[in-house]
């Protein structure tokens, strides 16, 4: 674990990442990421500092993006959060926030599976059971799909190409989400592409990392850098269509972990999109689309922006003929991972979440976009819209 490796003197305190935090935008309960972050950071160099309002930090990287002096001031608090953990215990709500892939393993092998967890969950929340052990009742867990992606790519029959990538589902697409997972296959093979799916792959960490269980992540993040190794050693692209899987396994690992090989793996990682548009750039793409005359509202997730290869969703949707993007330009979701699902966190994600629902109800659109699964949840129960994956579209319109 890189304790200590991360040097807060980089801040010339400017504040720049005071006025783009959302949390700081609508609570004074968190002191704001420069004091949190870099003042706060030099204090526990010397000495024990329990900064209790640490906890309303939601790790959705607006302070790295904005910060002149590249000081990582997301990591410095996430580091000093699992620091934090060293003199209290965790909560059971948040033991289950960050054990999401455990969680849905074990509700999927139930008899009844998926259904009878669903209904558990529904029943556990009308009863207050949730509010009891710190989770919101204001919103549903997000439900277990009947079928996981692995079970539904299983089987399969793709056509064989000698072009291959592999897939990384990560927990919500194989487990909440799987349609997406299906989609980018039907886009994949669409461009003459074969899918594999490595199926030791590991819940990427993230909500485990933002819960102060980094011990635990590191060791999905080694299980998972070696497998994504053994595909750069093959030439083979591993992509996600999660971005906040892509941000870990790209950037966190990084900027958390000592694991040899991290900085090659990332030259061998790929948002989904971001895979597609380099394939337009070299004019491998299949653009013979269909029309889809629809308008939607195309939403950026933080944790795409936080990866620094702009927004490529909006250039590969232009391909599709009819189909007319709106971007809603309009800042964080306020849900970030975990982070709106504690009970103490859910108004402020919603207040955070109020300019993009706005946004979103004035445009007049039915379908939001958005390349997050998170994103599209709190999409769904803020703005009353449905909101689907880029390749969800980019499937249909292939497909007319
Ligand atoms: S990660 Fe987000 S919530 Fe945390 S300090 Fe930075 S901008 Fe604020
Ligand atoms: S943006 Fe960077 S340099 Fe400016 S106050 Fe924040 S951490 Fe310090």
């Not at 991360?6 to 720049?16: G, K, R, V």
């Not at 160099?45 to 790790?59: G, K, R, T, W």
């Not at 969680?103 to 949730?130: D, R």
Request: proline share 4%.
């Amino acid at each position: 674990m890189k304790m200590y490796q991360h040097n807060p003197d980089n801040c010339t305190a400017c504040t720049a990442c005071v006025s783009q935090c959302p949390v700081t935008a609508v609570t004074r309960k968190f002191r704001g990421p420069k004091m949190v972050g870099p003042a706060l950071e030099r204090l526990r160099l010397s000495q024990e500092d329990a900064e209790p309002s640490l906890e309303y930090c939601s790790n959705c990287k607006n302070c790295d993006m904005a910060c002149p002096s590249g000081v990582p001031i997301s990591t410095l608090n996430m580091l000093a959060r699992a620091k934090s953990f060293k003199n209290r215990k965790h909560s059971l709500g948040e033991e289950l926030l960050a054990h999401g892939e455990k969680m849905a393993k074990l509700a999927v092998n139930l008899p009844g599976g998926a259904f009878f967890a669903n209904m558990g969950m529904h029943i556990g929340s009308g009863l207050g059971l949730m509010r009891m052990v710190g989770i919101t009742g204001q919103r549903s867990l997000p439900a277990y799909a009947a079928e996981s992606f692995l079970s539904q790519f299983k089987k399969l029959r793709q056509q064989i190409f000698p072009d291959k990538v592999v897939f990384y589902p990560g927990c919500f697409i194989n487990y909440n989400d799987p349609q997406v997972g299906m989609d980018f296959v039907a886009v994949m093979q669409a461009n003459r592409y074969e899918v594999i799916v490595e199926e030791e792959f590991v819940c990427c960490g993230s909500p485990m990392v933002v819960t102060g269980y980094l011990a635990e992540a590191e060791q999905h993040a080694e299980k998972n850098s070696e497998l994504i190794k053994k595909w750069r050693e093959k030439s083979v692209p591993v992509i996600t269509c999660c971005t906040s899987c892509g941000l870990m396994l790209k950037q966190e690992y990084q900027e958390l972990y000592d694991i040899e090989g991290l900085a090659e793996n990332a030259k061998n990682l790929y948002d989904a999109c971001e895979f597609l548009l380099l394939l337009a750039d070299k004019g491998k793409l299949n653009t013979q689309f269909a029309a889809l005359e629809e308008k939607v509202i195309y939403h950026a997730p933080c944790h795409l922006r936080a990866q620094g290869f702009g927004l490529p969703a909006l250039d590969l949707l232009e391909f599709i003929p009819g189909l007319t993007v709106e971007n809603a330009d309009a800042g964080c979701c306020g849900l970030s991972g975990n982070y709106g699902f504690k009970a103490d966190k859910y108004d402020i994600s919603m207040d955070i979440g109020e300019r993009l629902f706005a946004r979103i109800k004035g445009s007049g659109t039915a379908t939001a976009v958005s390349d997050c699964g998170t994103c599209r949840l709190q999409i769904a129960h803020g703005a009353g819209v449905a909101a689907v994956h880029p390749v969800t579209l980019l499937r249909q319109a292939y497909q007319r």
